[in-house]
């Protein structure tokens, strides 16, 4: 492997709060990674498929994927596969902090209703690579980083990745617009109901559709069964709590729609590997508003 790898460290915890690697073969991402920061993935060179959650994707040279805190994945590439991965903790940059400034999150991260996979056209890689080069710089003054300035060349690539996305969805990359009416309809349902209502039976009765036609068009435009579509979507909501907040993990399961804590703690620790006090101790909590 030849990889060269960046990174700042916090003095205090000791850990990693921001990374750029750079790497030349997949040998880093064949087994399943999950990171207690967020992370881009700028693929110049290669293709194969990605495992997102229990999704799976194809990808080809010339994309960016993106992946939430805690969010398993790997990646089997067919042959040459060359890139720099870009993580980020909420310690150096919190995305719900800046929401107003750089707003990814719900379009590059957080989104369980699209692929992490963005596609880019050469000139927009070549773009966002200029500003991994701006990362590099800074980076390689291990005595003098400026940390506002490594923030401020983060926004620019995240506010890039994001209206690329968006403008993709705008005129049709996103294939939203192909996409059948119920489906539409789910989603506002499943962002109204997702604290209520936890089986796929519920949004059948209040879609007036059957179960078994709705998981199947889910499986077909989402990717994702329908009982995944709704854990996913309490696993967010659960994230985010945890990290934004200092309420107990047992008020937390009561707002989610779970009367037994422990078994909230089960549901969270399938889907994510770890407990929700686990991921409160690794993210932090209340951070955006210290």
Not at 201 to 207: F, Q, R, S
């Amino acid at each position: 492997m030849n990889d060269n790898i960046l990174e700042l460290v916090n003095p205090q915890s000791k850990s990693s709060v921001f990374k750029v690697h750079a790497f030349e073969d997949a040998n880093y991402f064949e087994s399943l990674n999950k990171y207690n920061y967020f992370s881009m993935i700028l693929v110049t060179r290669g293709k194969g498929s990605l495992i997102a959650d229990i999704s799976e994707y194809n990808f080809s040279a010339n994309c960016l994927l993106c992946f939430s805190l805690y969010q398993p994945f790997k990646i089997k590439s067919e042959g040459d596969f060359k890139g720099v991965m870009i993580n980020f903790h909420p310690d150096f940059f919190c995305l719900h902090k800046h929401r107003n400034e750089v707003s990814c999150n719900g379009v590059l991260f957080n989104n369980i209703y699209e692929s992490p996979v963005v596609k880019l056209t050469h000139d927009q890689t070549q773009s966002l690579l200029t500003i991994i080069k701006g990362f590099e710089s800074e980076m390689q003054r291990p005595e003098n980083v400026q940390l506002e300035l490594l923030i401020s060349y983060l926004k620019i690539f995240l506010i890039s990745a994001s209206r690329i996305k968006i403008e993709q969805r705008h005129f049709g990359g996103g294939s939203t617009e192909k996409r059948p009416v119920i489906l539409n309809s789910l989603k506002d349902a499943i962002e109204d109901h997702f604290k209520t209502l936890h089986r796929p039976g519920d949004y059948a009765e209040l879609l007036n559709i059957s179960t078994a036609a709705l998981n199947r068009v889910s499986k077909m435009h989402f990717n994702k069964t329908l009982s995944n579509l709704i854990s996913d979507r309490i696993i967010i909501e659960a994230k985010r709590q945890l990290y934004l907040t200092a309420q107990p993990v047992k008020m937390i399961a009561y707002e989610l729609g779970f009367n037994d804590e422990f078994y909230f703690s089960r549901f969270f620790k399938s889907h994510v590997a770890i407990s929700p006090q686990f991921f409160r101790d690794t993210v932090g909590f209340d951070k955006a508003n210290a």
